[in-house]
C-alpha cells in the first residue's frame, strides 16, 4: 500500500496533499529563477528590483512589491554568499548587481 503524501496547511490559500511535488516545485521555480537571473547579470549590472520582470516573468503590482522585493533580495544573496556578483552603490543609493 502507498504511503499517502503529507496534509499541508500552508499560511494562505487552502490545505493539500502533496507536500513533496510541492517541495519539488519550489525549487524547480528558484533554480530557473536563479538561471535567469544569472543570464541577466551577465548582460549588465541591475538592482533587486530591476530584476523582478526575470524572476516572475510578469509586472509586480504595488500590493505584490514588499514580498517581491524580499524574494529577489534573497535570490541576490545567493549569489552573493558565493562570491559570484560584485555589488557597488548607484548615485542615487541603490545597490546595483553584477556578475563576476
Known amino acids: ?3 499517502r503524501d503529507h496534509f499541508v496547511l500552508p499560511g494562505h490559500k487552502s490545505p493539500f496533499y502533496g ?4 517541495l519539488k516545485q519550489l525549487i ?3 533554480t530557473s529563477a ?3 537571473i544569472e543570464k541577466k547579470l551577465a ?8 530584476l523582478f520582470q526575470t524572476i ?3 509586472e509586480i503590482n504595488e500590493s ?3 514580498l517581491a522585493l524580499a524574494e529577489a ?3 541576490i544573496n545567493y549569489f552573493r554568499a558565493r562570491n559570484l556578483v560584485d555589488c557597488s552603490t548607484r548615485k542615487d543609493g541603490a545597490l546595483v548587481f553584477k556578475l563576476r
Open 56 to 58: 516572475f516573468k510578469r
Open 1 to 3: 500500500m502507498a504511503q
Open 43 to 50: 548582460k549588465g549590472s541591475c538592482t533587486s528590483v530591476e
Open 73 to 75: 533580495v534573497g535570490h
Open 19 to 22: 507536500l513533496s511535488v510541492r
Open 34 to 36: 536563479l538561471s535567469r
Open 64 to 66: 505584490e512589491y514588499g
Open 28 to 30: 524547480d521555480n528558484h
